[in-house]
Structures are given as structure tokens and as C-alpha cells.
């Protein structure tokens, strides 16, 4: 037996949702409408919330100042932290060097990422 359905919070509209960049991984992105709805013994719960297309986090404004993209053929293997070769030697890489900030609660937060992927 049910015995209601409980609004908690609805989706925000589409002209609502912003875009900036990703709290988490500092990359440019777009909230979305994630549904966090449950049904239980009383019924249906509906609860939505906003996050980054990309990682579900908070979308804060903010700005890339270095964005910067080279190819490269590696001359020796490149490892990660675990000892693990990620790169083999010869292979081509795009090296990726993003920098900059996000607002969160009025500061200002900078981020840097270095990434490397192998090309096919």
C-alpha cells in the first residue's frame, strides 16, 4: 500500500541551468538535472539537483588563462605514480596544459592540470 508521493525539489528548467566550469576537474562544462528520485513505502520521492555534465559537480564561474595543447614523440616510457607505462617510447602523445580559476563561494580557487594522451 502507498500513501502519497513527496515533492522534495523538481528539475530546473533548461534556460535556468548555467555554464562555466567544473568544480572538480577545472574543466568547462554545463549543469544538468540529475535525478536523485526513490520510491520507498510511502510512495514516490522526488528529488532533483544541478551538477556538471562532466563529473556531477558544482558549475562555478571562472576563467582559462593558459590552454595550451602540443604533440609530442616520446623519446623514453613514460610511467604513472604506480610504476605503470603509460607512454612507450615512440609513440606520439598530445601533452595538455590547462591553467586557471574558478569561483566558489566568493574566493577565487586556481587549478592547474597536466595530462598526456597517446595518439592512435
Known sequence: ???GNITLSSPKR???LITGFCSNCGEPCSEVNIDESFSDLFGQVSDWSVGSDCCE???CGGAIFLDKQTIHTAQKDHRDKKGNITIRSGQKYKATIRKGYFVRDGEHVGFFRYTKNVLA
Do not use: F, N
Open 1 to 3: 500500500m502507498q500513501l
Open 14 to 16: 533548461e534556460t535556468d
Open 57 to 59: 559537480a558544482e558549475v
